[in-house]
């Protein structure tokens, strides 16, 4: 995937003590999109947008709000988070990913 005319933002998002980053970018079309890496641990996150996560490299166990068991999303898999939302994470090795966030 690549993506052409695009604005980075050269601030990079850090969480979870420099665990989890991204750097966020704005495509020709005006999308906001993050690419970023997560790092082995757990993690949760609380939405505004409804997000669209596309796994880049490695995997990651996901349990969405209101769901009971984790699911696991391996390279090339995607899921969405629905706005207002949040989203637990459990990741055993380095993964990769891009999140999209429809506004």
């Given at each position: 995937m690549?993506?052409?005319n695009a604005?980075?933002?050269k ?11 991204s750097?966020?970018?704005y495509?020709?079309?005006g999308?906001?999109k ?5 790092l082995?641990g ?6 505004g947008s409804?997000?669209l996560m596309?796994v880049l490299?490695?995997?990651?166990k996901?349990m ?16 969405v988070?629905?706005a207002n939302?949040?989203f637990?994470?459990?990741?055993e ?6 999140c999209?966030?429809?506004?």
């Amino acid at each position: 995937m690549e993506f052409k005319n695009a604005r980075i933002v050269k601030k990079a998002n850090i969480y979870f003590d420099g665990k989890v980053t991204s750097r966020t970018i704005y495509t020709e079309e005006g999308e906001r999109k993050t690419l970023g890496i997560f790092l082995p641990g757990e993690y949760e996150f609380n939405t505004g947008s409804e997000e669209l996560m596309e796994v880049l490299g490695g995997e990651m166990k996901v349990m969405r709000k209101g769901e009971t068991e984790y699911t696991l999303y391996k390279e090339g898999d995607s899921f969405v988070v629905p706005a207002n939302s949040s989203f637990k994470l459990i990741i055993e090795q380095v993964a990769d990913y891009c999140c999209s966030y429809r506004d």
